[in-house]
């Protein structure tokens, strides 16, 4: 049956930029997508339930504390908040890391979809998987750990509006990060240094694209947070298993190779510049002869 999502050459013109390129893939393989977000979530179903038991345990408690009324019993129990919610944000750690080492996979098949390769999902996925199982394992590892510290920050240093403007922001800064560090570890093969220079300066040189890019492939994400009932939650939740990982990864992944093109690629690896994009061989020929 995966035959079904196995790639096809369509006679179709090539789109001539990443933005393009996005929604000629969206369009015709999003059914392999909705492939890889199935597979993908697989490694994310602990996160998940984590998610849903340590959600339900902290509300328990929380509504516990408002209900007393002694000042010495809403201490000792504010204090055992505090620490179950950090128990419980440190268990994300691992599971983090378990669900990013699915993405690896999952960035694959969208990379090779990128080139214009041959794809046969269910293959190339679980080759990806292997490939870069340790490079997304401990990417995922430091990523959640670094929205560990941000997010149980608050518990120790206090709520103050521009506290959680700065929480804000080194979300912001270190997703884009880390997803650099991510499908640079996909794509090339560097040393540790290299890969941690790379992803820093392509963070920051463009760093309004990639906020739009990080809001786009959060949007689903987000609704996850402002939906007011259990059965929405679920619902959204459901939604990003089934298609949305897909669809996030590929937002990611194309917005890295635009940025690999333009800094990495047109000087260090010209057989890669704009690889399968319109035109290819003409606006290398372009670049060079403007040099």
């Not at 959600?55 to 504390?65: D, F």
């Not at 490079?135 to 990523?143: Q, R, W």
């Not at 259990?230 to 590929?250: A, H, R, W």
């Not at 940025?259 to 260090?268: E, H, L, R, S, V």
Request: proline share 2%.
């Amino acid at each position: 049956m995966f035959n079904l999502f196995k790639y096809s050459d369509k006679e179709t013109p090539l789109p001539n930029s990443r933005l393009g390129q996005f929604g000629y893939i969206l369009r015709f393989h999003w059914r392999s997508l909705a492939l890889l977000s199935t597979l993908t979530s697989l490694f994310a179903v602990p996160l998940v339930v984590w998610m849903y038991w340590s959600t339900m345990a902290n509300s328990a408690l929380y509504a516990k504390l408002l209900s007393l009324t002694d000042y010495a019993q809403k201490v000792e129990l504010a204090t055992q908040l505090k620490g179950q919610m950090l128990f419980n944000g440190l268990v994300y750690i691992p599971l983090t890391a378990v669900a990013f080492v699915g993405l690896g996979g999952c960035a694959q098949c969208i990379k090779m979809y990128a080139k214009r390769q041959i794809v046969f999902v269910s293959q190339c996925f679980w080759r990806g998987v292997k490939q870069h199982f340790w490079g997304s394992f401990v990417t995922g590892a430091l990523y959640a750990s670094a929205v560990c510290a941000v997010l149980c920050s608050d518990l120790f240093f206090g709520t103050e509006w521009w506290w959680n403007v700065v929480g804000v922001l080194a979300l912001v800064v270190v997703s884009i990060f880390v997803s650099y560090c991510f499908v640079l570890n996909v794509f090339y093969k560097q040393s540790l240094k290299a890969l941690l220079l790379n992803a820093t300066a392509l963070t920051f040189v463009r760093f309004p694209q990639n906020v739009l890019a990080l809001a786009l492939s959060t949007i689903t994400v987000w609704l996850v947070v402002f939906l007011p009932s259990v059965l929405g939650v679920t619902l959204c939740v459901i939604v990003n298993l089934v298609i949305g990982i897909g669809y996030s990864t590929l937002i990611i992944v194309l917005n890295a190779f635009s940025a690999f093109d333009k800094y990495i690629n047109k000087t260090q690896y010209p057989s890669l510049y704009r690889e399968g994009l319109q035109n290819k061989s003409d606006a290398v020929t372009a670049e060079g002869a403007n040099a």
